[in-house]
């Protein structure tokens, strides 16, 4: 399952938001109240997922997607192609019911690292209540600074 067409993406599309969704249960987020999960697809068909983890100390809290790249990258040593990512977020049990949630700046940076590391524009999907924003990730953060530029 090495590529997929827009196509058989977009059959996923609705699968791995559920799979945020679900991930967003698992947040430790007592002080925002804010829930984000995170699924990302690789091309072998694995769905990795994370969830936000907080922190007393703020700037040592996780986002959803960083725990779910942190994965991908400590399992095996090297990543694999990333096709699509989806993000939800919302009041505790209810994901996907607020304002669109996109991955913040940090987190598309620590995408990016895993798609160029794969040679991949993985599309992001990002849930809410106005509906699903969809986007490449090269939209997202456009002329990134990655692996590439320290060869």
């Given at each position: 399952m090495?590529?997929?067409?827009?196509?058989?993406?977009?059959?996923?599309?609705e699968s791995l938001l559920e799979s945020a969704r679900e991930a967003a249960g698992g947040a430790y987020a007592p002080y925002s109240k804010f829930h984000v999960g995170a699924a990302l697809l690789m091309a072998d068909g694995t769905v990795v997922t994370g969830a936000n983890v907080?922190?007393?100390?703020?700037?040592l809290s996780l986002c959803a997607e960083t725990v779910a790249v942190a994965k991908?990258?400590?399992a095996k040593g090297e990543a694999?192609?990333?096709l699509a990512v989806a993000v939800t977020g919302g009041a505790p049990g209810a994901p996907g019911q607020?304002?669109?949630v996109t991955p913040c700046g940090r987190c598309r940076q620590m995408l990016n690292e895993v798609?160029?590391?794969?040679?991949?524009?993985?599309v992001v999907w990002s849930d809410g209540a106005q509906g699903i924003l969809e986007e490449r990730l090269s939209t997202l953060i456009p002329h990134a600074f990655g692996p590439a530029n320290l060869a």
């Open positions: 090495s590529e997929m067409t827009d196509s058989e993406l977009a059959d996923r599309r907080e922190n007393a100390s703020y700037g991908i990258l400590s694999r192609q990333l607020g304002m669109t798609a160029q590391l794969g040679g991949t524009d993985p």
